[in-house]
């Protein structure tokens, strides 16, 4: 955890980085959960989500709450086979993907009447060596998903393995990593002209070993707890004396797209911030709808110096090198901010939403 001095005069105060999208031995993954957590903790993770497919067991076995300094809760990653895969936070009961690969809108629904955040995991399915390290989502007319995982650090990896590669790919699996595929940005951006979708960084991890190997654990957990992380903003601290209050913190940071990720690795992005400013005063953060009007700034900031991108509906439309950009809102749109670091991809925020129209007709 991190505090933010500088931005108390917009009421956030804290950025807390997770790692979210994690399979243990309760279902494919090599680590036990206290191993897990035990890597977390040595990574410095300030929270992280566990998804193993089709259950809740960790949640039942008790480890949901906190570990000393680390926040353990517990989602399920809703597994047809094949294709559709969907993390579900903050449900109650389990919800079955196996048997309804065909259904994607039911298991998004089924999520929501729980009162749970869903997300489109690893949406892409291109380049990939087999076909089973794809699994992408094939129905995008749906509706009322919370967001999409958009930089999956897993997916990442297994796109850009190649047979002449996978020797450095194991030794040092950030040398083949390129950030979020283009076609993730793309679908983000679109559905973001009609509705908040929030875009998250995450991992999935299983630590798969295979015998044999110089390297013989793909991507251990304690590398993967310092690559790709999503950092959430709040105006609290989370809650250390009430575990299910820490856990409705998050969520609703997450639910609220009040969050960025980013490769840790690269360069800790703690400190980032993007912001709608108005006469100096802040009145937007990520995630949030504004109504346009020309007096509106955007500025982003970023912990060192980088090369920073602003987007207007995946376009373009202000860059610079330095640790701070400014731009003058000249119309509506999606606005969202990349980061490079020494042209690696480092750090992506979640969109300002500037919408043409009344303030009243967005308060959602
Ligand atoms: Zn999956
Ligand atoms: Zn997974």
């Known amino acids: 955890m991190s505090m933010l001095s500088s931005d108390r005069n917009a009421g956030i105060a804290y950025d807390y980085a997770g790692a979210i999208h994690i399979h243990s031995t309760l279902s494919d993954g090599s680590g036990t959960v206290p191993q897990i957590v035990e890597h977390a903790q040595e990574a410095g993770l300030d929270f992280l989500i566990l998804t193993d497919h089709e259950h809740l067991q960790a949640r039942e076995l008790g480890f949901e709450g906190w570990h000393d300094e680390l926040l353990l809760l517990v989602g399920e990653e809703v597994t047809p086979r094949f294709h559709n895969h969907y993390l579900a936070f903050d449900i109650e009961r389990p919800v079955r993907g196996r048997g309804n690969w065909n259904r994607p809108q039911q298991l998004i629904d089924a999520v929501a009447e729980q009162g749970g955040l869903g997300f489109i995991a690893h949406p892409i399915g291109e380049g990939y060596p087999t076909r089973a390290m794809a699994c992408p989502w094939l129905d995008w007319t749906v509706s009322g998903f919370t967001g999409i995982e958009i930089w999956s650090y897993m997916h990442d990896w297994a796109r850009n393995l190649r047979w002449s590669n996978v020797a450095a790919a194991l030794a040092r699996p950030d040398s083949i990593v390129r950030g979020p595929h283009r076609e993730a940005l793309r679908r983000w951006d679109a559905i973001g002209k009609c509705r908040r979708v929030v875009g998250l960084g995450t991992l999935d991890i299983h630590a798969k070993r295979i015998p044999g190997l110089v390297y013989p654990t793909v991507l251990p957990y304690r590398f993967a707890f310092g690559t790709v992380r999503t950092h959430i903003l709040l105006e609290s601290p989370l809650s250390r004396s009430d575990w299910q209050r820490a856990a409705r913190q998050v969520y609703d940071a997450l639910r609220n797209g009040r969050c960025f990720f980013a490769h840790d690795g690269f360069g800790d992005s703690t400190g980032f911030h993007f912001v ?89």
């Not at 009145?283 to 090369?307: C, K, N, Q, R, Y």
């Not at 640790?323 to 969202?336: S, T």
């Not at 925020?349 to 009243?360: F, K, L, T």
């Open 276 to 364: 709608a400013q108005r006469q100096n005063a802040v009145v937007g953060w990520m995630g949030e709808e504004l109504p346009f009007s020309p007096d509106l700034t955007l500025i982003a900031s970023a912990p060192e110096s980088a090369h920073l991108c602003l987007l207007r509906d995946g376009v373009v439309v202000a860059e610079g090198d330095g640790k701070r950009l400014r731009f003058r809102v000249d119309r509506p749109g999606v606005y969202r901010v990349e980061v490079r670091k020494k042209f690696r991809p480092w750090i992506f925020s979640n969109p300002i939403y500037i919408r043409d129209g009344e303030a009243e007709a967005l308060s959602a």
